[in-house]
């Protein structure tokens, strides 16, 4: 142990500071296996105190600290730099549901709990946390937070910042911001919650939070749609909309050939249609009524879609093993696309009005720049957020395809620069797009954002190299 690993150990004891590059390894690549990195240690605190320790102790020897929750960043956004400076902040210990207020309608959790332990716990007490999203086994709060997190229940309650109304932060220097209150209402000066909300971990280390919560829909009725294209599911979802209003809860779309992946390397995913179609949607509704009244009005809706030509086909849930059937489809396209190969990642969002035009603009460029190039897109259609991968085709060599990558990007996010959308919707801009910064922000928004970094984080110690480009690490870290 080096002394910076054995002053660790004084303040968590040394089961908490792992130092063997077996203990270390689960801790140092990313979810997608981008990314490889190192560290002097990785430290697991089991308190709000014992993170101000560490981050005190820190910020005394100049050492830089990447934080991390469930490990599941798609942007590479919780994985250190191969320099073996800094420490990794685990906060997977701080695993505390510290409250439930069934009348005020809100949980309190430490930042490491896991999400789905908050949608069990507040089942449980009878209310309903609407983050729903395909890492939520492992996934945390503090994650969530950091990220902004969207998932696939936004189009109804919103991104993690609209679910949250409190924040526990430890600050750079040790010092602990107690913003945990359950307010819904509070007008006094700049809203330090949400600056800290999709801030990667770069401007402070979120401990704890007061989350919203909303009355548990006691029906879901669950669709599996034929559509021709985006343009014919997002008129869909007009009609839906239209009939269903509110209680549309998700609309997610895949084409045909992401459909085709996902069957090709989930062994348990099966289309519930007769035939594979151009594209699908997975539509839910979900309300206060009963099941019945519900699936009826989903019913309704689609032959409305049949009506105005734009539903091909649809299965509609019997019962929730269908409807879970439905989900696991959807929900195995991260883990198909690893598996099919590396593939170019976007997670792009425009106005909703500019999606099928996106796709048919996007498709031709990256076909033109690259022949045989496989499209993959899916997404979070109601949201304007489209995952738009694209893989190699089946004769183009792994290794020619990660060379043309970062051109294919900028095509694509050429595409999206031109319909004034973003480069990240949900999943950050960590070290994967860190240095389209400067070429798809304002200065002037870059500036603003560099100025509140120097004022949180004015050494640079915070998950360097993530979400803001430019400034070298400080040279000066003690042995
Ligand atoms: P990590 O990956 O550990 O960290 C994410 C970022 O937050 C890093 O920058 C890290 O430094 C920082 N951080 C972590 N904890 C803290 C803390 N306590 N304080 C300060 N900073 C912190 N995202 C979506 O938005 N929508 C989706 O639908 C979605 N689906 C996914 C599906 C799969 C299969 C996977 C693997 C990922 C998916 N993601 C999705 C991406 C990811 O953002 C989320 O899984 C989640 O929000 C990250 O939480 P985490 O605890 O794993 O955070
Ligand atoms: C999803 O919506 C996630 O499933 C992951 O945001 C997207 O793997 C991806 O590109
Ligand atoms: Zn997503």
């Known amino acids: 142990m080096d002394r910076l690993a054995t002053e660790l150990a004084g303040l968590l004891g040394e089961g908490n500071v792992l130092v063997s590059a077996q203990d270390q390894a689960p801790f140092l690549t990313d979810w997608l296996g981008k990314y490889r990195g190192a560290a002097r240690a990785v430290v697991r605190p089991g308190s709000t105190e014992e993170v101000a320790a560490v981050m005190r102790l820190c910020a005394s020897h100049g050492v830089p600290v990447v934080p991390q929750g469930g490990n599941t960043s798609m942007s590479g956004g919780a994985t250190p730099d191969e320099a073996g400076k800094a420490i ?4 997977t210990r701080l695993n505390r549901i510290r409250n439930i207020d069934s009348v005020g309608n809100t949980i309190t959790v430490d930042a490491g709990v896991v999400l789905a332990r908050v949608q069990q716990a507040t089942e449980a007490a009878g209310r309903f946390f609407p983050l729903s999203l395909g890492a ?42 107690d913003g945990l209150t359950a307010l819904r209402k509070d007008n006094t000066g700049y809203a330090l919650r949400d600056l800290f909300i999709g801030s990667e971990g770069t401007l402070g280390i979120i401990t704890g939070a007061v989350l919203k919560l909303f009355a548990r829909p006691q029906a879901r009725a669950t669709a599996f749609v034929a559509v021709q294209d985006t343009a014919a599911a997002l008129s869909l979802l007009g009609v839906v909309r239209d009939r269903c209003g509110d209680r549309v809860t998700a609309f997610e779309f895949m084409t045909g050939d992401c459909l085709a992946l996902i069957l090709q390397h989930i062994a348990d995913a099966r289309l519930p249609l007769a035939e594979m179609p151009p594209a699908a949607v997975l539509v839910e509704l979900s309300d206060q009524d009963d099941a019945a009244a519900l699936g009826e009005k989903l019913e309704a809706a689609l032959i409305g879609g049949v009506e105005a030509g734009l539903v091909i086909d649809a299965a509609v849930a019997q019962d929730g093993t269908q409807a879970r059937a439905f989900w696991r489809i959807r929900e195995g396209v991260s883990e198909a696309l690893v598996r099919a190969g590396k593939a170019a990642k976007h997670d792009v969002s425009m106005p909703v009005s500019a999606m099928a035009e996106f796709v048919a603009a996007a498709d031709a ?57 973003s480069i990240s919707a949900e999943h950050g801009i960590g070290q994967l797009r860190v240095a389209e910064m400067p070429l798809r922000k304002a200065p002037i928004e870059l500036e603003l954002m560099r100025s509140l970094k120097d004022l949180f984080d004015p050494a640079g110690l915070l998950n360097p190299g993530k979400l803001l480009p430019g400034k070298p690490l400080p040279s000066s870290t003690s042995n």
Do not use: K
Not at 146 to 156: C, D, H, I, K, T
Not at 369 to 374: C, I, N, P, Q, T
């Open 88 to 91: 990794v902040l685990s906060l």
């Open 136 to 177: 939520e086994g492992s996934c945390t709060i503090g994650g969530n937070l950091a990220a902004n997190a969207g998932g696939v229940a936004v189009l109804r309650y919103g991104t993690m910042r609209e679910l949250t109304l409190g924040l526990e932060v430890v600050l750079a220097d040790g010092r602990v911001w």
């Open 365 to 421: 460029a990256v076909r033109t720049a690259a022949s045989g190039v496989r499209p993959i897109v899916f997404g979070h259609l109601g949201d304007g957020n489209l995952h738009y991968n694209l893989l190699p085709g089946a004769d183009q060599d792994p290794a020619v395809f990660a060379v043309i990558a970062p051109e294919l990007t900028r095509i694509v996010h050429d595409e999206i620069g031109r319909r004034r959308g």
